[in-house]
């Protein structure tokens, strides 16, 4: 269904319960007015013929008869009927001869018993009233009935108007209601159609605002789809320079493989000569291999949490694993541990992940350090912040400009430093798995200094 029929539907459905509840309580206080207002009447006419009747000998049935008939007019088809303490019918007066109706006893004996008289109830279309009259010498069951014609016109005339005027409102209703979808969702087809156009090609595009105030609800759909258009744009240009420089990366040693074979097949060489050409084709490979295992990583990296191995972990254990691996990586690398500062208690150094993605982190950050260290060393301190673990890197190599700091860990960028060996996708990959364990990295680097890498990991049970 329609998103503008279901609006139009929902409206017209709060219109009518609206409708309903003021037309039916129009309704029912005019007809307990109406109730009100003729027994206050009947009551009246009951109280005056009490009145009459309990003056014994001074007043004759025959002259109360003549003062009901005179006042008949407000009340038409009026019948006033007492009955005594037995019950027998001691007086009686009717517009009409023929119209004198039959009173149930229990009636009667409902209107004796009535804690706060009159005891109403309708009597052949009429509305009747019986009422208790007592004085210091009798007591009566005064039954008085009549046809309410004014006020039962006034009724018919009420229900009329109220239903023509329920019918109208809901006719308005369903037209007001679907003006109003429309309306409605007028800017929302509009950025729906402003959407559809824009594709990979034309990610510059945005979609224009349509609200008439900053903190409306279409200017806030529209900002935000403006910015996820910035951050698809953002990323389909890095996804570009990523292909770009790893397409550069990986063809650099093919070409290189591929050139020394085809010149060592021009001509006959000596044995000397073929080992040189595959020592450097080799040298190429290992170079090549090495990329393609740091793409595969960036690649796992890159997914999301859901899809890697996490287990409850000890944070030193995997910094224990450094000083034996950094040296395998390059002989003139070395690393020294400084825990000096641990907390007493062992949970504090607990945290949940993937053990092989935290330790390529950490180790990629240190050789990182060691390659642009003058000394080749870089120096790990583990500490406790709160509910944080706080991981330092420092080297003491010639810093890094402030505007590069958030730079370096674009993949393959590289800085002014061409002389050091590498790819460019060391710290990127190392931002990417930290991220994945809701981490961050910091940055701290003054130069000719030195810099510090800050990794902070929430420790196991840490709240968020």
């Given at each position: 269904m329609p998103v503008k029929i279901r609006i139009?539907?929902?409206?017209?459905?709060?219109?009518?319960?609206?409708?309903?509840?003021v037309c039916g309580s129009a309704y029912y206080f005019s007809y307990t007015n109406r109730i009100k207002d003729i027994q206050t009447r009947l009551t009246n006419r009951a109280i005056?013929?009490?009145?009459?009747?309990?003056?014994?000998?001074?007043?004759?049935?025959?002259?109360?008869?003549?003062?009901?008939?005179?006042t008949s007019v407000a009340m038409k088809e009026k019948v006033v009927q007492v009955y005594d303490e037995q019950g027998r019918r001691i007086y009686w007066s009717t517009d009409y001869a023929t119209d004198t109706p039959h009173i149930d006893?229990?009636?009667?004996?409902?209107?004796r018993q009535e804690k706060t008289p009159p005891y109403y109830f309708t009597l052949n279309d009429k509305d009747a009233i019986a009422y208790t009259y007592k004085d210091e010498h009798v007591s009566y069951v005064i039954v008085a009935s009549a046809y309410d014609e004014s006020g039962k016109e006034k009724m018919r005339h009420l229900r009329l108007v109220l239903t023509l005027s329920f019918i109208g409102g809901i006719l308005s209703s369903v037209i007001g209601g679907?003006?109003?979808?429309?309306?409605?969702?007028?800017?929302?087809?509009?950025?729906?159609?402003e959407a559809g156009e824009i594709s990979a090609r034309n990610l510059t595009r945005r979609i224009r605002s349509t609200g008439t105030h900053p903190n409306d609800e279409w200017h806030h759909l529209s900002d935000t789809l403006n910015r996820l258009l910035d951050r698809l744009q953002e990323s389909f240009e890095i996804q570009g320079r990523f292909i770009a420089n790893a397409s550069h990366e990986l063809s650099t040693p093919l070409t290189s493989i591929s050139s020394q074979l085809e010149v060592a097949l021009q001509r006959t060489r000596t044995v000397d000569e073929y080992r040189q050409v595959i020592q450097s084709a080799y040298q190429d490979a290992r170079q090549l291999g090495k990329l393609t295992q740091?793409?595969?990583?960036?690649?796992?990296?890159?997914?999301?949490?859901?899809?890697?191995?996490?287990?409850?972990?000890?944070?030193?254990?995997?910094?224990?694993?450094?000083?034996?691996?950094?040296?395998?990586m390059n002989t003139l690398f070395s690393v020294t541990l400084d825990f000096d500062r641990l907390p007493e208690a062992e949970e504090e150094l607990l945290v949940f992940g993937n053990e092989g993605l935290l330790f390529t982190a950490i180790r990629n950050i240190v050789i990182n350090a060691c390659k642009y260290s003058d000394d080749h060393?870089?120096?790990?301190?583990?500490?406790?912040?709160?509910?944080?673990?706080?991981?330092?890197?420092?080297?003491?190599?010639?810093?890094?400009?402030?505007?590069?700091?958030?730079?370096?860990?674009?993949?393959?960028?590289?800085?002014?430093?061409?002389?050091?060996?590498?790819?460019?996708?060391?710290?990127?990959?190392?931002?990417?798995i930290?991220?994945?364990?809701?981490?961050?990295?910091?940055?701290?680097?003054?130069?000719?200094k030195g810099s510090t890498f800050v990794l902070r990991l929430p420790m196991a049970g840490a709240p968020g």
């Amino acid at each position: 269904m329609p998103v503008k029929i279901r609006i139009t539907l929902l409206f017209t459905l709060l219109v009518v319960g609206i409708l309903s509840l003021v037309c039916g309580s129009a309704y029912y206080f005019s007809y307990t007015n109406r109730i009100k207002d003729i027994q206050t009447r009947l009551t009246n006419r009951a109280i005056t013929t009490g009145r009459l009747l309990s003056q014994g000998g001074i007043v004759d049935q025959a002259f109360i008869r003549k003062i009901d008939a005179s006042t008949s007019v407000a009340m038409k088809e009026k019948v006033v009927q007492v009955y005594d303490e037995q019950g027998r019918r001691i007086y009686w007066s009717t517009d009409y001869a023929t119209d004198t109706p039959h009173i149930d006893r229990a009636i009667l004996v409902q209107a004796r018993q009535e804690k706060t008289p009159p005891y109403y109830f309708t009597l052949n279309d009429k509305d009747a009233i019986a009422y208790t009259y007592k004085d210091e010498h009798v007591s009566y069951v005064i039954v008085a009935s009549a046809y309410d014609e004014s006020g039962k016109e006034k009724m018919r005339h009420l229900r009329l108007v109220l239903t023509l005027s329920f019918i109208g409102g809901i006719l308005s209703s369903v037209i007001g209601g679907y003006l109003f979808s429309i309306s409605l969702l007028y800017p929302l087809r509009r950025i729906a159609d402003e959407a559809g156009e824009i594709s990979a090609r034309n990610l510059t595009r945005r979609i224009r605002s349509t609200g008439t105030h900053p903190n409306d609800e279409w200017h806030h759909l529209s900002d935000t789809l403006n910015r996820l258009l910035d951050r698809l744009q953002e990323s389909f240009e890095i996804q570009g320079r990523f292909i770009a420089n790893a397409s550069h990366e990986l063809s650099t040693p093919l070409t290189s493989i591929s050139s020394q074979l085809e010149v060592a097949l021009q001509r006959t060489r000596t044995v000397d000569e073929y080992r040189q050409v595959i020592q450097s084709a080799y040298q190429d490979a290992r170079q090549l291999g090495k990329l393609t295992q740091t793409l595969l990583e960036f690649a796992r990296a890159s997914g999301t949490a859901s899809g890697i191995e996490i287990d409850l972990i000890r944070i030193d254990e995997i910094l224990l694993r450094l000083p034996g691996e950094i040296p395998r990586m390059n002989t003139l690398f070395s690393v020294t541990l400084d825990f000096d500062r641990l907390p007493e208690a062992e949970e504090e150094l607990l945290v949940f992940g993937n053990e092989g993605l935290l330790f390529t982190a950490i180790r990629n950050i240190v050789i990182n350090a060691c390659k642009y260290s003058d000394d080749h060393h870089a120096t790990v301190r583990l500490s406790v912040e709160g509910q944080e673990i706080r991981i330092a890197v420092e080297d003491k190599g010639r810093g890094i400009p402030r505007e590069e700091w958030e730079r370096i860990f674009q993949p393959f960028y590289r800085t002014e430093d061409g002389f050091v060996s590498g790819h460019g996708l060391g710290l990127s990959l190392s931002r990417r798995i930290i991220q994945l364990h809701k981490g961050r990295i910091e940055v701290d680097s003054a130069l000719g200094k030195g810099s510090t890498f800050v990794l902070r990991l929430p420790m196991a049970g840490a709240p968020g």
